[in-house]
C-alpha cells in the first residue's frame, strides 16, 4: 500500500536582491531547489533520498512534512491531499509523521530538560498526562540506550554528547509511534563511531512499529545498509530511482554510477565501470538547460544540452532520466 | 513558592549562581545593602522623615549623622526612608513595563506582518522621544502622585522590552529547534511560552536590572522638577530640589547624600546588569 506519493513536487526559493538591483533589473531570480520530482513511498518501506549537498534533498523532506509550502505539485499522505494544508489542519497529521534532523546540538530547545523535550509530543497532541508522560519518557530513554533514565531525564541538552542528543531527538519522534519519519541526514554530524549504533536505533524502531521512512543522506554506503529503495537527485531532479540492490548492481545513470566509483569497496580488484565528473555542481539560479547534468558528464551527446530526459521505465522497478538510454 | 523554586531552578541552569564575576556581586552587595538599610531604617534612626526636629540646618554631626534640613528634618532618616519610595516607584514602573513590553515583542516578532508593523511604529515613535521628556509630559498630565510617576516611568521603558525581546524573538523563531517543535505539532502559544521566552529570559534580565539603573535617574529627575511623590513624603530627587538652592550658601550636606545615594543605587543596578551580561554572554556559556 502506498503511505506517501509526490508527484510533481516543486520548490523554488526567492533570491535576496540588493536594493541597487531591483531597481536596476525587475526580473526576479530564483533557487530551483526542488523541480518537479514525483516519487512514492510503499508502507513499511525505507526510502533513501541520495545526493550531493545543494541538490534539494533536504527541501524534498521539508516539503514532504510541511514546514514549507510547496509552490506547486501534490503530496499525498496516508490517503490525504496535505500539499496546502494550513497548519491547524497538519497538526493532527504530525502525530503520524515526524521528522529528525541533521543537527542533533540545534534541535533540542537548550533551557528544557531531556525528559521534558521527550514527553512534549505527547503532551501537545494529549496523549497522556504529565505523570503518564513522564513514565512513557523514562521508558523511552531506556529503549534510545540512555540510562540510568532518571538521571538523563533531569539533564539538559548541553550536558550531553552529540550521539546522545541524537539518541534524544529519536526518543522524541518515536514516543507518538508514527507511521512515517523523514530522517534527514541524522548520522552525518555524528562521530564516525557512533554512526552504526544510530543507525541501528533507527532499523530497530523501524522493525517494531513497522515504520514507514524517508531517508535523505549523501552517503550511498549508508543509503545501501539500510534502504529497500534509492532515488538520486541531481540539482532539485530525481535522476534514477531502483531498489537498493537493482541500483548499486546495474546503475543506469552516468551520475548515479559517478557516486558509486567515489565509495570505497572492501575488494579493490572489484571491476567496476569508473566515471569521474568533470568540475562542480552548477549554481542551481541558473541550471544548465537540457540535461542538468550535461556540462559535468562524460558521455554527453549534443541532445543532452538541448532536451530535457524524463524518467523512463527500464524493467525492475528501476526508472532513469538519460538520453543515452 | 512554586515560582519561585522554578525561577531559581532556571538561574541555576543558567549558571547564574555558580559563575557570578567580581561585577556582579559587587552590584549586588550594593543593592542587597541599601535595601537592607531601608527596610530596617525605624531600628537604625530615631527620627521620622516627615516631622521637624527642632533643629534647622544643622551640619553632621553623632545626633544627626547627615545632618538636618531646612525644615528641621533630620537627613540620615529622609535618605534611608527615600530609598523605599525610590524602590518602590522604579521596581514597580519596570516590572509594569517588562510586563507590558515583553508580550508586545514576542506577538509582534513572533507573527510578525500587519500588527508587527502598527505595534512597531507606535513604539519607535515613542523610544524617539528622550526618557525624561516624556516621563515628564505624562506626569504633568497626570498630576503628581506616587502611582502617576510609576505609570509615567513605565511607558517610557516600554519600548525597550520591545525593541530588544521582538529582535530576539525574530532570530529564535527561525532556530532548529522552533521548527522541531512545529514538527512536533506544538501551537504558536505553546512555542512563545515554552521555546522562545524561556531562551530570551536571560536577555530580559540583563534589560531589566540596567532599566532600573536608568530608571532611578529618570525618578531622580522627575522629582527634582516636582512631578513625582507630593511633600514631605522622602524622596531623594525632590531632597535634591530642596537643597539645592541652600547649596550656595555652604550647606552641602542637603544635596550631598541624597545625591550620593542616588549614584550609588544606579550603579548597583548597573554593576548587575553588566555583570549578568557578561554571565549570560553565550561565548563564556560556551567555555562553561
Not at chain 2, 513604539?123 to 516624556?134: E, G, N, Q, R, T
Request: glycine share 8%; net charge positive; proline share 7%.
Amino acid at each position: 500500500m502506498v503511505l506517501l506519493s509526490v508527484s510533481n513536487l516543486k520548490k523554488y526559493f526567492p533570491l535576496q536582491k540588493s536594493f541597487i538591483e531591483r531597481v536596476i533589473s525587475r526580473r526576479k531570480q530564483y533557487v530551483k531547489a526542488v523541480d518537479g520530482i514525483s516519487f512514492i513511498i510503499r508502507e513499511g518501506e525505507v526510502f533513501s533520498l541520495v545526493g550531493e549537498s545543494g541538490c534539494g534533498k533536504t527541501t524534498t523532506g521539508r516539503l514532504i512534512v510541511r514546514l514549507e509550502t510547496p509552490d506547486s505539485g501534490k503530496i499525498v499522505f496516508d490517503g490525504k491531499d496535505i500539499t496546502f494544508a494550513k497548519e491547524k489542519e497538519l497538526r493532527p497529521l504530525r502525530r503520524k509523521m515526524q521528522i529528525i534532523f541533521q543537527d542533533p546540538y540545534a534541535s533540542l530547545n537548550p533551557r528544557m530538560t531531556i525528559g521534558d523535550a521527550i514527553a512534549e509530543p505527547l503532551i501537545i497532541h494529549g496523549i497522556a498526562d504529565k505523570r503518564e508522560a513522564r513514565e512513557k519518557a523514562l521508558e523511552m530513554l531506556v529503549n534510545v540506550g540512555l540510562t540510568p533514565p532518571e538521571l538523563f531525564y533531569k539533564a539538559y541538552p548541553h550536558q550531553l554528547s552529540g550521539g546522545q542528543r541524537q539518541r534524544v531527538v529519536i526518543a522524541r519522534a518515536m514516543i507518538l509511534k508514527p507511521k512515517f519519519i523523514v530522517a534527514d541526514e541524522p548520522v552525518s554530524m555524528i562521530d564516525v563511531s557512533l554512526r552504526a549504533s544510530i543507525l541501528k536505533l533507527l532499523m530497530k524502531f523501524k522493525k517494531d512499529f513497522n515504520l514507514t521512512m524517508l531517508f535523505i543522506t549523501h552517503d550511498l554506503a549508508v543509503a545501501r545498509l539500510i534502504s529497500d529503495v534509492v532515488a538520486v537527485m541531481y540539482l532539485g531532479k530525481i535522476v534514477e530511482i531502483a531498489p537498493v540492490d537493482e541500483l548499486v548492481e546495474n546503475p543506469l545513470h552516468p551520475y548515479t554510477k559517478a557516486l558509486l566509483s567515489s565509495v570505497p569497496t572492501i575488494v579493490p580488484q572489484m571491476k567496476r565501470e569508473k566515471i569521474i565528473l568533470k568540475g562542480d555542481v552548477p549554481n542551481p539560479i541558473n541550471p544548465p538547460s537540457g540535461c542538468r547534468l550535461h556540462p559535468r558528464c562524460p558521455l554527453a551527446i549534443e541532445r543532452c544540452s538541448k532536451e530535457e530526459p524524463k524518467l523512463k521505465y527500464v524493467g525492475n522497478n528501476h526508472y532513469v532520466a538519460c538520453h543515452l538510454l | 513558592m512554586n515560582i519561585v523554586n522554578a525561577i531559581l531552578e532556571k538561574l541555576k541552569t543558567m549558571g547564574l549562581l555558580r559563575n557570578s564575576n567580581a561585577l556582579f556581586k559587587a552590584g549586588i552587595i550594593i543593592v542587597a545593602g541599601i535595601i537592607i538599610l531601608s527596610a530596617l531604617a525605624p531600628l537604625l534612626t530615631p527620627y521620622s522623615p516627615i516631622v521637624g526636629t527642632g533643629d534647622e540646618l544643622a551640619p553632621p554631626s553623632l545626633k544627626h549623622p547627615m545632618g538636618t534640613n531646612n525644615l528641621g528634618y533630620d537627613m540620615f532618616s529622609r535618605v534611608l526612608y527615600g530609598a523605599r519610595t525610590v524602590l518602590t516607584v522604579v521596581v514597580s514602573a519596570t516590572l509594569l513595563s517588562m510586563a507590558i513590553g515583553v508580550p508586545l515583542g514576542l506577538i509582534s516578532g513572533y507573527y510578525g506582518g500587519k500588527v508587527d508593523r502598527a505595534i512597531s511604529i507606535v513604539m519607535d515613535s515613542m523610544y524617539a522621544f528622550p526618557s525624561l521628556i516624556l516621563a515628564l509630559a505624562i506626569a504633568a498630565v497626570l498630576g503628581a502622585s506616587l502611582i502617576n510617576a510609576i505609570i509615567a516611568i513605565a511607558v517610557v521603558y516600554v519600548p525597550t522590552y520591545f525593541r530588544m525581546v521582538r529582535g530576539q524573538t525574530l532570530s529564535i523563531k527561525s532556530l532548529l529547534y522552533v521548527e522541531a517543535a512545529r514538527a512536533l505539532g506544538a501551537s504558536d502559544s505553546r512555542i512563545i511560552t515554552r521555546y522562545v521566552f524561556p531562551n530570551l529570559l536571560p536577555t530580559v534580565l540583563v534589560v531589566f536590572s540596567m532599566n532600573i539603573a536608568d530608571a532611578i535617574l529618570t525618578e531622580a529627575g522627575l522629582s527634582f522638577l516636582g512631578f513625582s511623590v507630593p511633600p514631605p513624603t522622602p524622596d531623594w530627587g525632590a531632597d535634591l530640589r530642596v537643597g539645592h538652592s541652600f547649596m550656595l550658601a555652604g550647606y552641602w550636606w542637603l544635596v550631598a547624600f541624597p545625591g550620593l545615594m542616588i549614584m550609588l543605587l544606579a550603579t548597583g543596578f548597573a554593576l548587575i546588569g553588566e555583570g549578568l551580561s557578561d554571565i549570560l554572554n553565550p561565548r563564556r556559556e560556551a567555555v562553561g
